[in-house]
């Protein structure tokens, strides 16, 4: 499991979860964290392509 949490652990994350949010929030927020991750994953590689391609052009 990620960051050391073990299956006790991940369930307490999810009550917890389930307590501040509410049942009908939470595949909500799961959809924006998605889509956070994503664009900020492809931002990450638009970043780094220019740079890449610099190197390719001066070799």
Not at 31 to 47: D, M, P, S, V, Y
């Given at each position: ?8 652990g ?17 595949p ?26 610099k ?5």
């Open positions: 499991m990620p960051f050391n949490i073990g299956v006790t991940f369930i307490l994350l999810a009550l917890i979860g389930l307590l501040l949010f509410g049942p009908s929030k939470l909500q927020l799961g959809k924006a964290i998605g889509t956070t991750i994503r664009e900020f994953r492809t931002g990450t590689k638009e970043l780094m392509e220019p740079d890449e391609t190197t390719e052009k001066k070799e």
